[in-house]
């Protein structure tokens, strides 16, 4: 009975001490804005981002006119992006750029409020708000520091989101081309390569337009199909200028040659008439 009473007790105070080493760690009524900041920062480094976003912002609400609030805004930033909390950190790099406009960090603060948005683009058949929201901070970033690593860096993610964009709207000309809505589907391979020219997705984009077209006018009354089989041929026209050495060539000059086809039927009956 003695011996677990002892180990009650020595488990209370482990419990306690336990208790009063986390208690030290966190910001009390009282602390320095340097002893706030500590904590802070000790939070952050050891990987606790959740408490340190709260301690940060302790920090600044206690002075933000202090030579600590710089520091404690980009790590506030950093742990909540550091948290995956990504719409707050892109909000808390914004607010440090925007006034700390002379620190050595505004260039990083500023990539990393667009690879907050970027972070946070979705799969390709969803919303695309935030993809476009990444582009147009990216492109603002390229804009100011031109030529640094983070501008190519900033660059290749560009690339990256173009193409997730320019798949989504493949996919929807895809889709069309699926429900026999031709007209539609072409607009939207249409709007593939004239938004996202180099993208992945634009060559055979191309390439499909010109067979959307085709299906088109194979299937309009005679009257329309000269005019819609005259749209594959440009589309092919397009194909040679934007990629003479296209991987897909050979399919590209099928398509065409079936316009070709199409439209030699349709002068033909005109010429009997």
């Excluded at 004239?194 to 005679?222: H, K, M, T």
């Amino acid at each position: 009975m003695l011996k677990i009473h002892k180990s009650i007790v020595v488990l209370l105070l482990f419990i306690l001490l336990f208790a009063g080493c986390r208690s030290s760690q966190h910001i009390r009524p009282g602390d320095t804005i340097e002893v706030a900041f500590e904590k802070a920062m000790s939070q952050f480094e050891r990987e606790r981002f959740s408490h340190a976003v709260r301690s940060f912002e302790t920090v600044l609400s206690m002075g933000r006119g202090t030579e600590f609030a710089a520091d404690a805004q980009f790590y506030l930033a950093k742990s909540h992006f550091n948290n995956r909390a990504f719409l707050s950190a892109a909000s808390e790099f914004r607010r440090f750029a925007r006034n700390y406009t002379r620190d050595d960090r505004r260039e990083e603060a500023e990539f990393m409020e667009a690879y907050s948005h970027y972070r946070m683009s979705p799969r390709f058949n969803l919303d695309q708000t935030e993809t476009y929201n990444a582009l147009d901070r990216f492109q603002l970033f390229v804009t100011r520091y031109p030529g640094t690593d983070r501008a190519r860096e900033a660059q290749e993610l560009m690339d990256e989101l173009r193409d997730k964009l320019a798949k989504k709207k493949f996919h929807a000309a895809e889709m069309y081309m699926r429900v026999r809505q031709y007209q539609s589907a072409a607009i939207y391979y249409g709007l593939t390569v004239e938004r996202f020219p180099g993208s992945s997705w634009a060559e055979e984009a191309l390439v499909n337009q010109i067979l959307a077209y085709v299906y088109f006018a194979e299937n309009s009354v005679r009257e329309r199909q000269q005019e819609r089989f005259e749209k594959a041929v440009e589309s092919y026209q397009q194909y040679l200028q934007i990629f003479p050495r296209g991987a897909n060539r050979e399919l590209a000059e099928e398509h065409h040659d079936r316009a070709l086809a199409g439209l030699a039927r349709v002068t033909a009956v005109t010429a009997e008439r």
